[in-house]
């Protein structure tokens, strides 16, 4: 099993976990790969003065592809930015409280981010929209359906923050995931 995926704790790792952890790695696989086009395309610029075509439009592409796969992780893990001026200073019911209002905030904005991404998505895959002139016309509908699919698992993944929370699975869950 690769590392990326191994159990380094006693209980077994959540499918939901598994599944954040594969969107990451394979955001991490398409990093790589635009590094090696981009190397290419300024090699090719200041050595021959013919840039990579389609270079741009690849790139401008997986600058989106390549966030919205790394949200997931950085949500199931408790990466997202947060302050806690008001937390610290309310009690432990309190705490659940803000920690639900913040989950419900999360789910409620990916939910709303793929509703409005259904609509382009559908047109530019009825359209076959792209991106770039000439030699490398790259599709766009790829792009937005992958934005709505990693936005309704995001969603899904605070929901799963909720269930742990109020089940008293939560502190067990952030030990877990500190340990990974």
């Known amino acids: ?83 806690t001026l008001l937390y610290d200073h309310v009690g432990s019911d309190g705490q659940r409280l803000l920690r639900t209002f913040m989950n419900l905030m999360g789910l409620l904005f990916f939910v709303g981010t793929a509703f409005s991404a259904w609509g382009p998505a559908i047109e530019a895959l009825g359209v076959s929209e792209y991106e770039g002139e000439g030699a490398l016309r790259v599709p766009t509908y790829p792009v937005r359906f992958l934005v709505i699919v990693t936005s309704l698992f995001a969603a899904y993944v605070y929901c799963y923050l909720i269930y742990l929370d109020w089940t008293g699975r939560l502190e067990a869950h952030e030990r877990r995931t500190a340990d990974a």
């Open 1 to 83: 099993m690769p590392a990326a995926f191994e159990n380094r704790g006693s209980t077994p790792i959540p499918a939901i976990g598994r599944i954040a952890r594969a969107t990451h790695v394979m955001s991490a696989a398409w990093v790589l790969v635009l590094a090696v086009i981009i190397f290419i395309d300024v090699c090719g610029r200041y050595f021959f003065g013919l840039p990579l075509l389609g270079a741009t439009e690849i790139i401008k592409n997986s600058v989106v592809s390549i966030t919205f796969l790394q949200l997931p992780l950085a949500i199931y893990r408790n990466g997202m930015i947060r302050t």
